[in-house]
């Protein structure tokens, strides 16, 4: 089985490091509670320039995933 996520845990100033994700089939997992999303990114040109959309949709398997392993480590 291919590894489909990293888990990315917060710094000291609460924000996690910057990442250059891919464009379709980014998984963004949240450290705390382990909601898995998956993330596209599109570059469109609008004046004055260029924008980036990103659109967002849950990933309930990846999720289940995570938060047995989150149950499984707290069991320890």
């Keep these: 089985m291919t590894k489909q996520y990293e888990i990315e845990d917060a710094q000291k100033n609460g924000w996690s490091r910057w990442v250059?994700?891919?464009k379709t089939g980014f998984n963004m997992a949240?450290?705390?509670c382990g909601l898995v999303h998956i993330l596209r990114f599109k570059l469109v040109d609008r004046p004055p320039g260029k924008a980036i959309f990103m659109q967002v949709k849950r990933n309930n398997r990846a999720t289940a995933q995570i938060r047995r392993g989150i149950r499984q480590r707290s069991a320890k």
Excluded: A
């Design 20 to 22: 250059y994700p891919k």
């Design 30 to 32: 949240c450290c705390d």
